[in-house]
């Protein structure tokens, strides 16, 4: 049966049509229908069925139809019953705003008229048609009607003009929404933060709250400092050069902690190493180290004082003039500055004069638990040395790579007791060998690991990405997780493949490849279990921007991964997982080429506590490379129908938005209830405003001030103060106008 339909807006007069053979193979019985008058969208089926009759198979059939009215217009169509060609490579990837992006290989019927995408959610007998016309685009369509969290499956036919529908795509396929952004972000920083093609993202509680700080390091010298609400903490700028990954630990003798970071600049004299004090925004000390190019510091109290010592591994082989050479360097704070480690040399450790491009990073950590600490790292000439600087400057022992082994070890070294024994090994890529080995902490290669293993090192102008450890099984042993180029590895202490890996990954091409499309990048991994399914999963990031995690047991992404950051210009740009507001769930963080700061919101809860395994890059904010796994806590530790959390300590934060007008916002925590005075002083010291004075519970407490004294008149613009008192603990913070 036939459907006539006016599609315009005007009558049809006289209208007709008729159904007959195009060709020899097929007869019509009744094949002439007069519909007659039909008003625009109105729609007639009151005539009887077109009868064919055909000696030869359906999808052979051609048909002729014609249209026509009573003013002589007339419009032909050749009608054929044969489907087109199916759809074929369906595949899909969470999109922003919790939507599911399809795309497919498009059918090359001439006669096609567009695609139809039936979808269902995981669990579910039927499939439900989302398009209510057959879609015209090429291969592409973006689902917005779902909901984050859930699984769907989806599958794709073509339509031809005809009205032929093709078999369905030869796969359904499972998808989902992408992962939902933090309250806040992305947020798009200092636009001169851009181009530290090392640049990362740490978290730690700064202001005792209970919440974590984002330490965020960028190019041109920059690092800024935000709350988890993205709210503004500090900025400091000026640092010289690109800045690498900061690392954080006690290196000035106060009880507060520092931000120790490196800035680089190839082949230039800028090079420095800067301390700063994270919540004033202050920089404490600067290291001049001219041409020598940096990696991240390493912070570890070696000497046992209590402050941490501050390890650097340089190289100067982009150097203008003589010494190019790769150096190895110690500080300690003296109180007033900082000094080599005592017997440690003032120019530092240097290595070979041949060797001067190592690019690795140091692993420090108590190898053979005898109470000294030990330095471990890796030289452009195939060489890993291990010292224990209190004792000498002169290495333990050193392990050289010879014959087909022979390369250079420039990725950052990573520490773990992977056979049990309570010592640590010390794992680490070889590039252009193309193989990850392990050694035990006296220099020897482990059981199964004599040769390496066989890995597609990212190599990108010598550099090398880390392995990482964690336990992705049932079983109490340690798997060492390595994302090549081409695959993801997950191998066991001795050198034997977990099942099922590796699996493949688009990760770029190798420095040394006779045709490079895209260099891959030296980015690390990090483990943590995003989805709370128990299962440890394996977040990293493509050369080309893509964030995926791994179930660590079936080596798919889970739920809301992929996610693209539309950034292709990483290298050793990194992830990272923590909780970072301490509401039960955790956050995934990202520090993109272009400044750009990524924090999406994992949805699942893990109720009070979560144990995070190599959750950042060189394993903790010290940098130290050991595996030290971290058990996250609810701040509050209550049920969500109990009363609000209360910060562990005094704080006061600073005011928000800064500058401001017409008002801003001062908040500040009491861990005990207390009297609170809060005051505003002009820069003369004069007391312009009381914004309280009273007996304030223990909390969270947020003020606002409009910029008025105390008889409500509005002070001019300018520079004002506000001090917190509580009891005999007295905060300032500086505000503009």
Request: hydrophobic share 35%.
């Amino acid at each position: 049966n036939a459907r006539f339909m006016n599609r315009g807006k005007g009558m049809a007069t006289g209208a007709y049509f008729t159904i007959r053979p195009a060709d020899s193979l097929c007869r019509t019985e009744q094949d002439s229908f007069y519909i007659g008058n039909l008003a625009g969208g109105a729609v007639s089926d009151d005539f009887g069925p077109c009868i064919i009759r055909h000696t030869q198979p359906l999808d052979s059939v051609r048909l002729l139809l014609t249209i026509g009215d009573a003013y002589g217009h007339i419009r032909q169509q050749v009608i054929d019953f044969l489907p087109p060609d199916l759809p074929k490579k369906l595949t899909t990837k969470p999109a922003e705003n919790e939507s599911i992006q399809l795309s497919w290989k498009p059918s090359e019927d001439k006669d096609l008229l567009g695609y139809n995408i039936y979808r269902r959610q995981a669990g579910d007998d039927a499939f439900t048609r989302i398009n209510s016309t057959p879609l015209p685009m090429a291969g592409y369509y973006v689902d917005s009607d779902v909901q984050g969290g859930l699984t769907y499956e989806y599958f794709v036919t073509a339509v031809d003009s005809s009205f032929n529908i093709s078999p369905t795509t030869s796969d359904t396929v499972a998808a989902w929404s992408a992962v939902p952004y933090q309250t806040n972000f992305p947020l798009r920083v200092n636009p001169v933060a851009t181009g530290s093609e090392m640049n990362g993202v740490i978290t730690y509680d700064l202001d005792g709250d209970g919440r974590c700080e984002i330490i965020y390091s960028g190019g041109h010298g920059l690092i800024d400092i935000y709350h988890s609400d993205g709210s503004l903490m500090s900025q400091i700028g000026n640092l010289g050069g690109f800045i690498t990954v900061p690392a954080l630990g006690n290196v000035y003798g106060d009880e507060e902690k520092e931000v120790v970071v490196t800035s680089y600049l190839e082949a230039g004299d800028q090079n420095s190493l800067s301390i700063v004090d994270p919540i004033r925004g202050q920089l404490i000390h600067q290291i001049p180290l001219e041409y020598k190019a940096p990696s991240s510091v390493v912070l570890k109290d070696l000497d046992k004082d209590g402050l941490d010592d501050i390890i650097l591994l340089t190289h100067a082989g982009n150097a203008p003039t003589a010494p190019k050479q790769s150096r190895l360097f110690i500080w300690r704070s003296t109180g007033t500055a900082w000094d080599s480690l005592p017997g440690w040399p003032a120019d530092g450790y240097v290595f070979a004069n041949s060797d001067k491009y190592s690019l690795g990073q140091p692993a420090v950590a108590d190898l053979d638990h005898s109470g000294d600490i030990s330095i471990v790292v890796g030289t452009q000439l195939s060489k890993v040395f291990c010292f224990k600087p209190v004792q000498s400057p002169d290495p333990v022992w050193v392990k050289k790579f010879s014959g087909d082994l022979y390369g250079m070890i420039n990725g950052p070294i990573s520490l773990a007791d992977l056979d049990r024994d309570g010592n640590l090994d010390i794992i680490f890529p070889i590039v252009k060998v193309d193989r990850l080995f392990v050694l035990n902490y006296q220099g020897d290669p482990l059981p199964g690991w004599e040769q390496g293993q066989p890995v597609e090192v990212p190599d990108p102008y010598g550099h090398a990405s880390p392995a990482v450890v964690g336990n992705l099984d049932d079983d109490p042993e340690l798997e060492i997780v390595y994302v090549g180029r081409k695959h993801v590895y997950v191998f066991n202490h001795d050198g034997t493949l977990q099942p099922g890996w590796p699996v493949g990954v688009e990760n770029g091409d190798s420095n040394y490849d006779s045709y490079i499309n895209k260099l891959s990048t030296y980015s690390s991994p990090v483990l943590a279990d995003l989805n709370q399914d128990g299962v440890t999963d394996i977040i990293f990031v493509t050369t080309f921007g893509i964030i995926h995690a791994l179930d660590g047991h079936t080596g798919k992404d889970i739920i809301g991964f992929p996610i693209d950051t539309n950034n292709d210009l990483v290298q050793g740009q990194s992830p990272m997982v923590d909780d970072i507001d301490r509401d039960g769930d955790l956050e995934l963080l990202y520090i993109a080429h272009e400044g750009r700061l990524f924090v999406w919101d994992l949805p699942q809860t893990y109720g009070q506590t979560t144990t995070l395994q190599w959750n950042q890059p060189y394993g903790n904010i010290q940098h130290t490379g050991e595996l030290d796994t971290m058990a996250v806590e609810v701040v509050s530790g209550i049920a969500e129908n109990e009363t609000p959390d209360v910060p562990r300590d005094f704080y006061l934060k600073q005011n928000y938005p800064n500058p401001f007008n017409p008002s801003t916002t001062i908040a500040f925590g009491l861990k005990t209830a207390a009297h609170v005075e809060l005051d505003v002083y002009n820069i003369l010291g004069q007391k312009v405003a009381s914004l309280a004075s009273g007996k304030m519970d223990a909390g969270v407490h947020e003020l606002q001030w409009n910029g008025k004294n105390g008889r409500g008149m509005t002070l001019p613009s300018g520079i004002y103060f506000y001090q917190l008192r509580i009891s005999d603990v007295r905060t300032n913070r500086l505000l503009f106008q």
